[in-house]
Nanobody, 120 residues
């Protein structure tokens, strides 16, 4: 069994900051790409940022200049530092990881989601 556990969501005022964390646990060979997605009420899930195992990040246009994705491979953990938050950033944020199993299979794993609310 492999799990992703997210933390760091909450309520913040516009212009504020939050840092999300997502740690993988269980038995696996390797974690490849990791990423953060979000889903606002009534909207489809969308990618926010992703990062390769080598640390190369990519960002959605909405996240560029405000959010920073990073990872600690020794801890199998990915982070999302969110600054200058806006009300439109309000959503459930999901962690995603590309997991390589001991049997050399690969599958996409999702966390349970953490709610971020930006409101005054």
């Amino acid at each position: 069994q492999v799990h992703l556990v997210e933390s760091g969501g909450g309520v913040v005022q516009p212009g504020g900051s939050l840092r999300l964390s997502c740690a993988a646990s269980g038995s696996f060979l390797r974690i490849n790409d990791m990423g953060w997605y979000r889903q606002a009420p009534g909207e489809q899930r969308e990618v926010v940022a992703a990062i390769t195992s080598g640390g190369i990040p990519v960002y959605a246009d909405s996240a560029k200049g405000r959010f920073t994705i990073s990872r600690d491979n020794a801890k199998y953990t990915v982070y999302l530092q969110m600054n200058s938050l806006k009300p439109e950033d309000t959503a459930v944020y999901y962690c995603n990881a590309d997991v390589r199993t001991w049997s050399r299979n690969t599958f996409a794993l999702w966390g349970q989601g953490t709610l971020v609310t930006v409101s005054s």
